[in-house]
Structure formats: C-alpha cells, structure tokens
C-alpha cells in the first residue's frame, strides 16, 4: 500500500498545513518516505465537528453493528499484511516475531471487545419497577444505563505501535462505548499510523457509519494534542506516554471549563520482591527469569521490573552474581527512537554518577545508532528512602536493587512507593507470612500484584487491570487493558416514569435485547 503523507479526517484524506513529521529508523537514523505534513487548528476543529455530529447516532447504533465494525477494523489491518509489520519495523527498530504478535494482540482485542458489546453488560441495566401502592410514598419507575460519553481523544503510544496506538486499546474500547475517536497519531511512526488509520476509516465506510466516528492527526510541538484535548465536544481522552507529557495534558483538561475525564498511562517502575525462601532456594532460576523480563524489548514497556527489592545475605549476594553473569551477556537493542535514546542516556547517567549507587553490571555495547546498552545497579534501603529521585522511571532496560537490613526495611521501602502499575512477589510457601506482612501495602500502591511471575506480558482479559495509583496513571479506578476499560468512556443515566415509547431498548419491560438486568434488585436470567 502507499503512503500519502496525508491527515485522515472523515473520509477525507487532506494534505497538512504545518510543519511535517518525518519517521526516522532508528536503527540507522536514516529518514523514511513520505513526510507527514502536520495538522492545523482548523484541522482538529474540523474532525471535532465531525465527531460532534456523529455522536448521537453511532452511540445508538445496535449491539450488532458495533461488534461488526470492531471486527471489520480487525479484518482490514489483517489485510494490509507484510506492509504493516515492515514498516512498523522500520519506524521502530522492534523485531518482525514481536510485531507480528502484537498485530495479533492489536486484532484479538477488538474482537473481544466486539463480543462484549455484543454482551451488553457493559450497559449495566438496573430497573427498579414503580410501585404506586408503596406506603407511606408511592415508589416512581428508575431505569437506569449507560451510554457514551462523547468522542474521546487518544494520544498514540510510541512503544507497541499497533496495540496502544491507531486502533489499540483506548481506541477499541472508546469506539465499544459508542464513542466516535480522534487520534493524535504518535510522531515516531506516522506510516504504519497511515496505514492502520486507513483500515479504521475502510471499516467505517463498509459499515455505513457516519464518517466523524474516526479521524487521525499528525503534528508534532504539541499544538495538535492541546487543541485537541481543550476542544469542547471531546468529552474525553486516553494517553500513554511521559509523566511530564501524561500530567501536563491532565492538568489541560482539568483547567477547562468543563472539565473531561483524563486517562494518562505514565510512569511506573515495578518493584519485584524476593522472599527469603524463594531466594535461598531458587535465587539463581530467579536471576535468569528477572533479567530475561528486564531485557525484554529493551526494556521499553511500562511494565519492565526497575526495582528489586530483597534482605541482604549470602542468598541476596548469589542471586546478584548469577544476574550479573546474565545481564553482561545481554546483546545490545535498538531503542525506539533517538529521544528515548537520550532520555534512558540521561537515566543511566545519574545512576551511574549517584555517590550511594553501585554498578552492577551493563550489558553489552552496540555499533549502530540508539543501542540500549542494559544496565542493573544496587543501593541501600536508608539511600534509597533518603533520595526521592532513585524512583525515577529509567525507561529501557534498567533495574535497581535496594538491599534491605531486615523485613521490617522492606516494608519500609514498600510503604515509600509511588503508584505502580504492578508489583511482583517472589515467594515459596513458607514465605506466607511475609507475604501477608506486605500485601496490604501493595493494595494500596499498585493495580496488579502477582506472584512468582514477571510484570512483562500483559494478558488481555476481563479480569485484568492495567492501571494504578499516580504517577502509574491519572486515574486509579479503571484500566486501559482488558474488556474492563470500556467503562471509561461510558456514564449512568437514570429514566424515570418515562413512558414505554419514549425508553431505550435496553430498559423495556419485554427485554428485547436479552440482557442480564438487575430487576428490582434481582438479576435476571439471560435469554
Ligand atoms: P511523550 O513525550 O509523553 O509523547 C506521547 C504523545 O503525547 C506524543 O504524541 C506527544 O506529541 C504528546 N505530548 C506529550 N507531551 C505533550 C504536551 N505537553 N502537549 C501536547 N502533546 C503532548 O512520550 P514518548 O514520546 O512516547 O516517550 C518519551 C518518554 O515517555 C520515554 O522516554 C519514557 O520515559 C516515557 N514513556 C513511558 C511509557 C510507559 O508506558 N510508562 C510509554 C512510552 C513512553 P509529540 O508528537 O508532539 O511529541
């Protein structure tokens, strides 16, 4: 397929006004055809008004019809083919076998999400019947469900540039609310942006959807994304990306008149803790498992372990040697772009040059551009409570060990966290108690806490939560993977005494739909 450079607003594809984006490989910092002139104000304004106009009726189109578009989106980026995941190699520097898979995650998700709006749970119908002869009040008829909020922005992630961008998680689960999207493609990987935006804008038009429930911007120095983002008719946004970039656009949208929801997905280090029995008696397996998780695309996923934290002693000390042996014959990666090249640079720097942080180990070296070169450090526990900065996120492969005096400065480095997105425990059963000891904690700092498993991976379900306290994300009562993040794009709106001409499908006393409803308190059987 060939790329045009150009912005997709509707079905339109229009030539930018500003200055133009140019994808860039990172494994050799040569510059990829075509440029992406950027967008304007009256670009954003153009693709809100549109969105604006689709709303109300795609938030009301059947059950059927959005699981069908989902699917259809699937289809059409499984029908680009070698296209998208060649040029998503070049943009990205990541290999063929992790793209391929991520395409097949990007492509499962909006199919899972199809079969939960085909479900209908998400409408979370609850009917509390009249009742005229309630003493001493009569008792009015309450319907209640929920419906889209409005069209929603979403900023593309630059590090799994299928699966969190054009048509990734905050899309699928926007566009299953029944909320049209806008998406700021992210300026690393414009092409293979063009490429899934084009599938989306197919799908819209083989469904006969009206054209505003999709548009893609490019536009780079930040005047896209805050138009976007103050614009009036979105009503709300998803992001990841940068704790600098997450807060401020949060702070954007809070500052408006009226201010909108906004999921930011930023900065997490997610601490592993290694349990005295679990190191004792597998410390070396254990080494092995961390640095493989560490490594794993160099590093650049939210979820990479950059903390361990552990009693000291002989077991603490082996686990350390056999990592080192590890990460030493760690061959270098390309990073994503040359900015997140500088930026992890710029981590390993201040790691390195800590008075009260000792270098482990690096991996190795690397002869082309933007190689991540893996690092692993250790501290003190009393160092690291002292020093707020060593819970920067170093975002690559980098990891910090904190060696703890005793259980009691464990629990004291796990009460001194910011918000995580994970936290992992390495335990054997006679660790029970310690675990118990902690686990109240970790509640209280992070979205998923697992045990004898690694932060890398995450499963897209129904059960999963992708989220946590800040700076992890802005909003630590949802998730943005997994089927539970569609309720972020979703409000309650609660009918009463509306006649039975006037209320929804989803609320009439026959259930044409078939949901499962809360009937007065009880839920009904699904037919
Ligand atoms: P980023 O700089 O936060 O950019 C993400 C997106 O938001 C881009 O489209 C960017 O637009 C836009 N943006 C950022 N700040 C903005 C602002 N103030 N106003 C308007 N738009 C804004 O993230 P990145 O480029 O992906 O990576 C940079 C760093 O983010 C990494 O080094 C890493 O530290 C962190 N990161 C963390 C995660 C995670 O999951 N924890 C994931 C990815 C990145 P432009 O195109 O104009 O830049």
Same mark, same amino acid.
């Given at each position: 397929m060939t790329l045009t450079g150009e912005l997709l607003i509707g079905q339109r594809a229009v030539t930018g006004t500003q200055a133009a984006i140019e994808a860039v490989n990172p494994a050799t910092d040569e510059k990829l055809e075509p440029a992406y002139a950027g967008g304007s104000k009256a670009d954003v304004e153009q693709a809100c008004a549109l969105a604006w106009e689709a709303f109300d009726s795609y938030r009301e189109t059947s059950l059927e019809a959005r699981a069908i578009f989902l699917e259809t989106i699937a289809d059409e980026i499984e029908a680009i083919g070698d296209d998208l =995941?060649?040029? *998503?190699? *070049?943009? &990205? /520097?990541? @290999?063929?076998a992790r793209l391929t898979g991520e395409r097949g995650r990007t492509c499962g998700q909006l199919r899972l999400f199809a079969k939960v709006v085909r479900a209908g749970e998400w409408l979370d119908v609850r009917i509390d019947p009249a009742q005229p002869e309630r003493q001493p009040m009569p008792r009015v008829d309450l319907r209640q469900?929920? =419906?889209?909020? %409005? @069209?929603?922005? !979403?900023?593309?992630?630059?590090?799994? @540039?299928l699966a969190f961008s054009v048509a990734g998680g905050d899309t699928a689960s926007a566009l299953a609310a029944g909320c049209p999207v806008i998406v700021k493609a992210h300026s690393a990987h414009p /092409? &293979?942006?063009?490429?899934? /935006?084009?599938?989306?804008?197919?799908?819209v038009k083989s469904c006969n959807l009206p054209e505003g429930v999709f548009s893609l911007l490019f536009g780079s120095g930040?005047? =896209?994304g805050q138009a976007l983002v103050l614009d009036p008719r979105i009503k709300a946004a998803g992001f990841t990306g940068s704790r600098s970039g997450g807060t401020a656009l949060w702070k954007l949208a809070q500052g408006r008149p009226e201010p909108i929801p906004f999921y930011a997905e930023m900065s997490s280090i997610n601490p592993v803790f290694l349990l @005295?029995?679990?190191? /004792? #008696?597998? %410390?070396?397996?254990i080494a092995w498992g961390f640095i493989a998780s560490l490594n794993m695309g160099a590093g650049q996923f939210c979820t990479s372990p950059g903390l361990v934290i552990a009693e000291k002693g002989p077991a603490l000390d082996s686990f350390i040697q056999t990592a080192r042996d590890a990460l030493q014959e760690s061959a270098s990666q390309t990073m994503l772009t040359s900015g997140i090249f500088e930026a992890y640079q710029q981590g390993i720097s201040k790691l390195t040059q800590h008075g009260q942080v000792q270098e482990i180990a690096r991996g190795k070296t690397g002869d082309t551009p933007n190689q991540c070169q893996a690092g692993l450090f250790m501290t003190k526990a009393a160092d690291f409570l002292a020093d707020e900065t060593l819970q920067e996120e170093v975002f690559g492969s980098s990891s910090l060990i904190i060696e703890c005096a005793n259980a009691s400065e464990v629990a004291q480095v796990a009460e001194h966290l910011e918000g995580?997105? #994970? *936290?992992?425990l390495q335990m054997e059963d006679a660790d029970v108690? !310690? *675990?118990?000891?902690?686990?109240? =904690?970790?509640e209280r700092k992070a979205g998923r806490i697992m045990v004898n498993g690694w932060p890398t991976g995450v499963e897209v379900g129904h059960a999963m939560v992708h989220g946590g306290p800040f700076p992890a994300t802005s909003d630590s009562r949802t998730t943005s993977v997994g089927t539970a993040a569609v309720y972020r794009f979703l409000r309650p709106v609660c009918y009463q005494d509306l006649p039975a001409a006037l209320l929804p499908e989803a609320l009439k006393d026959n259930n044409p739909l078939g949901l499962s409803r809360l009937y007065d308190g009880q839920r009904e059987a699904v037919r």
């Open positions: =995941i060649e040029r *998503a190699m *070049a943009e &990205t /520097g990541l @290999p063929q469900r929920h =419906i889209a909020l %409005g @069209p929603v922005a !979403v900023f593309g992630a630059s590090n799994f @540039p /092409g &293979t942006s063009e490429l899934v /935006g084009r599938a989306v804008q197919k799908a930040r005047e =896209i @005295p029995s679990a190191l /004792g #008696t597998r %410390g070396e397996e995580q997105l #994970t *936290a992992t108690d !310690v *675990a118990r000891q902690l686990l109240p =904690i970790l």
